[in-house]
T-cell receptor, first 118, second 115 residues
Framework: AQKVTQAQTEISVVEKEDVTLDCVYE???????LFWYKQPPSGELVFLIR??????QNEISGRYSWNFQKSTSSFNFTITASQVVDSAVYFC???????????????FGKGTKLSVIP | KAGVTQTPRYLIKTRGQQVTLSCSPI?????VSWYQQTPGQGLQFLFE???????NKGNFPGRFSGRQFSNSRSEMNVSTLELGDSALYLC??????????????FGAGSRLTVL
């Protein structure tokens, strides 16, 4: 069965600091997808990034960057020069591509609540 | 382009009652998924529909059911409500039918309180 662990429950940083959110996953599938979603106080989950299991290239998008390492089953998310607007709950999620029980669904971690203090 | 619309946004029910939640996906999206979010259990998958067929179901009791209509709109129903059913119910839609690769677009959710 698939599992996603976000060990950091809450993180507080001062504005402009860098912060890394950790994500560790478990799956038996060889083909899978990893996601990060952001949930601001309004409640709506907002998609940030998708990575497939065959693409280990790191990705940078503005102040956001993602580090995917299959060797450690991790998919970490770094925000550079954090801003108050980054305050939200961030979820890492896994989706399996196979026809098995893990298909057509996302397995979410418990989320990391990030508070950026001005 | 309109997003995923969920109704109602808030509702209060009492134990033993039943509730129906509605979800209108993004136009053209044929896959609709439902998730339950609670402080204790986090985000948990309920079920997924594609072209009116349920393709997967999470580990929830039979009191939780859903359906999808020919226009891709979906409803979920919870019968004989329990206090533990109090949660934010999130609907998501996606354009592809491909397992795993779907990028889900979520609605704002329906917050159910059971008294």
């Amino acid at each position: 069965a698939q599992k996603v662990t976000q060990a950091q429950t809450e993180i507080s940083v001062v504005e402009k600091e860098d912060v890394t959110l950790d994500c560790v996953y478990e799956t038996r599938d060889t083909t899978y997808y990893l996601f990060w979603y952001k949930q601001p106080p309004s409640g709506e989950l907002v998609f940030l990034i998708r990575r497939n299991s065959f693409d280990e290239q790191n990705e940078i998008s503005g102040r956001y960057s993602w580090n995917f390492q299959k060797s450690t089953s991790s998919f970490n998310f770094t925000i550079t020069a954090s801003q108050v607007v980054d305050s939200a709950v961030y979820f890492c999620a896994l989706s399996e591509a196979g026809p098995g029980a893990g298909s057509y669904q996302l397995t979410f971690g418990k989320g990391t609540k990030l508070s950026v203090i001005p | 382009k309109a997003g995923v619309t969920q109704t109602p946004r808030y509702l209060i029910k009492t134990r033993g009652q039943q509730v129906t939640l509605s979800c209108s996906p993004i136009s053209g999206h044929r896959s609709v998924s439902w998730y339950q979010q609670t402080p204790g259990q986090g985000l948990q998958f309920l079920f997924e529909y594609f072209s009116e067929t349920q393709r997967n179901k999470g580990n929830f009791p039979g009191r939780f059911s859903g359906r999808q209509f020919s226009n891709s709109r979906s409803e979920m129903n919870v019968s004989t409500l329990e206090l533990g059913d109090s949660a934010l119910y999130l609907c998501a839609s996606s354009s592809t039918g491909i397992s795993g690769a779907n990028v889900l677009t979520f609605g704002a959710g329906s917050r159910l309180t059971v008294l």
